[in-house]
């Protein structure tokens, strides 16, 4: 690969085709795409933790999901950079309430809206997600509404970790595995290798989102490696919101050593600033992984969607 010093690994990776399956789909364009585009948010919001993202999430993001004109410059903006990027398949997630909120409910309107994003050189294959933070039961028959409309290809529970019982979502999990959806969760980026398990014997998921306590327990690693669970890690997020301690000894590292199925991906590219070519890079220059190791992440995460 590098021939010649001049040739660098960022130079490298722009060039190869590449996945973002882990894709918030509303905060996952540039402030200064935003700017470009007459949106100003403030840029110096410090994001030390889940609830400070939530938070901001809140006071600049949900009014600008609210109007279409701005919720779709959103949308285009995440496509445009996976496309800039080399990203050939994004799973981006969208939560359930933008239909109640910005469609008033209308679920042939919501699903109209989604499918004009249609580009020759990304595939989108669209996650529909919940936060559990903000899910009350009278949206029950909303979300299932969603699921049987068979658009999307899959769901993700995401937002605090266990802040309402994972009862709460089971029956969400049990129709979208019927439908043989790529079944995501949030956990084990706040919580420990416990809250892992847990999620993977009450939701019975195929990926995992963040997932990064699982080396903590040798027991719960081979869980995960005994039903091929797929880990869905955003390194940039993990450090920016003090889950890992740094770059260098990103939980990655021994992921990897324990041959867990891995891929790369942005999380929530307006908060972290770090594209996927970024995520990659940083692993290699800080010596996190080598080479070899991240060609088989990314080539895992093409094959991911041959199968």
């Known amino acids: 690969m590098l ?3 001049a040739y660098s690994y960022l130079e490298y990776i722009k060039r190869q085709p590449k996945t973002d399956i882990h894709n918030h789909a509303l905060s996952s364009c540039r402030f200064q795409f935003l700017k470009q585009n007459g949106v100003n948010l403030p840029d110096n919001y410090k994001m030390n ?6 938070d901001f999430s809140r006071k600049y993001l949900t009014p600008l999901e609210n109007e279409i004109s701005t919720l779709k410059l959103l949308l285009e903006g995440n496509f445009l950079n996976c496309i800039e990027t080399g990203v050939k398949i994004v799973c981006p997630s969208i939560d359930y309430k933008i239909c109640l909120r910005t469609f008033y409910g209308d679920v042939q309107t919501f ?4 499918q004009q994003f249609q580009y020759d050189n990304l595939k989108i294959l669209w996650d529909l997600s ?4 903000s899910f009350v039961e009278e949206h029950r028959q909303l979300f299932l509404d969603l699921l049987q409309t068979k658009f999307f290809s899959g769901i993700d529970l995401a937002s605090t970790e266990n802040i309402k019982p994972n009862s709460t979502f089971v029956e969400f999990y049990k129709i979208a595995n019927d439908l043989n959806m790529i079944t995501k969760v ?5 919580l420990g290798p416990d809250y892992i398990k847990q999620c993977i ?20 690693m081979q869980l995960a490696k005994d039903r091929n669970i797929v880990f869905n890690v955003c390194p940039s997020s993990n450090v920016c919101l003090g889950y890992a301690k740094n770059m260098k000894s990103h939980p990655i590292r021994k992921m990897v050593d324990n041959g867990l199925n891995i891929t790369l991906s942005t999380d929530d590219l307006l908060f972290f600033d770090s594209d996927i070519n970024e995520e990659y890079n940083k692993l290699f220059v800080n010596g996190t992984l080598t080479f ?10 093409l094959e991911i969607f041959k199968k």
Not at 186 to 190: K, Y
Not at 201 to 220: A, M, R, T, W, Y
């Open 3 to 5: 021939k010649t010093e």
């Open 49 to 54: 933790g889940i609830a400070s993202l939530i």
């Open 111 to 114: 699903i109209s809206f989604l």
């Open 130 to 133: 919940i936060s559990r933070d």
């Open 186 to 190: 949030h956990a084990g980026e706040m």
């Open 201 to 220: 014997l009450d939701f019975n998921p195929k990926h995992i989102q963040h997932g990064i306590s699982v080396i903590k327990d040798k027991e719960v």
């Open 292 to 301: 070899e190791e991240l060609e088989k992440i990314r080539n895992f995460g």
